[in-house]
């Protein structure tokens, strides 16, 4: 199943992938997105033709605003570029020059940071609006091994974060499209990464050492003497043991188990722990 899901999260991802050429796209890779709206940490290419002493590139700071010569401090935060162009042009009419040209370009978008498992982790830029399977689309998709959820950390107006959680099946498989949210500034989103376990089967099995599997796929008795290989003709299944060490102390712990009832459901099949060693005797 998780194969499976992979696969289909992969194509649907590739059908999400931002294109390589952005109409209207400036050289040195300027965007003009017309709904994008502005906020702190864009970098903004303002341009006065009737004022080039006025013309400068600008840092948006975190309230929202920047400081330009001449007009000094303007909020801007929440505009989209043509916004910010009419609201300059009407500053410098009333204060300065009649019927100014001024163009805003947009080189650095606010970001959102992905990480986890994805092909490229890192900071990523919301060039307009930008969903959830977009983003992760431009980080190079989930890996093999990609847990089930996607968190996503937000920080609300009251500064408290908070955790979104999106199952990945309900998002592309079970047909929930609200679940692709919409991403914000400062959002990170986190694919947790399943880590891959060990146990240790040794003895009468036809391929004894270690037999791995991941924490999200848990493994039983039974599996793991699957996959070493099962038992071979000598076995003493009524004598397997498992040694576990216990977590708060340290001591080894030796669970003894009768093969045979387990085979016959007489006797419970159980999960195995991280480091646990069969002996099949």
Avoid: C
């Avoid at 600008?58 to 989209?80: A, N, P």
């Avoid at 992905?114 to 930008?130: D, S």
């Avoid at 919409?182 to 146990?199: A, G, M, R, S, Y």
Wanted: charged share 20%.
């Amino acid at each position: 199943m998780r194969k499976v899901l992979f696969v289909l999260v992969a194509a649907l991802m590739g059908a999400l992938s931002v294109p390589a050429a952005v109409p209207g796209q400036r050289d040195g890779g300027q965007l003009p997105i017309n709904d994008y709206q502005i906020g702190p940490r864009d970098l903004l290419e303002i341009t006065v033709f009737e004022l080039p002493e006025l013309s400068q590139t600008v840092r948006v700071s975190e309230d929202g605003s920047i400081t330009l010569s001449l007009l000094g401090k303007v909020e801007v935060s929440g505009l989209t570029a043509q916004q910010l162009e009419n609201k300059l042009s009407s500053l410098l009419d009333a204060q300065y020059t009649k019927g100014a040209h001024v163009t805003v370009f947009i080189r650095e978008f606010q970001k959102v940071s992905v990480l986890g498992a994805v092909g490229r982790p890192g900071m990523y830029e919301l060039v307009g609006p930008t969903t959830l399977l977009q983003i992760i689309a431009q980080a190079g998709g989930l890996t093999p091994l990609a847990m089930n959820d996607i968190y996503i950390y937000r920080r609300g107006e009251d500064g408290q974060e908070k955790r979104i959680v999106v199952g990945i099946e309900d998002l592309t498989v079970n047909g929930q499209p609200g679940l692709n949210i919409e991403l914000k500034p400062k959002d990170v989103v986190t694919v947790p990464l399943d880590q891959t376990f060990n146990v240790f089967v040794y003895g009468e099995v036809r391929t004894p050492g270690v037999v791995s599997f991941l924490g999200s796929k848990r493994i039983t008795l039974l599996q793991a003497i699957a996959q070493a290989g099962g038992t071979t003709e000598w076995a003493k299944k009524s004598k397997v043991v498992v040694k576990r060490k216990d977590r708060k102390t340290g001591k080894e712990i030796t669970i003894s188990v009768n093969l045979k009832t387990v085979l016959n459901n007489k006797q419970s099949d159980f999960y195995l722990e991280e480091g646990d060693v069969v002996i099949v005797p």
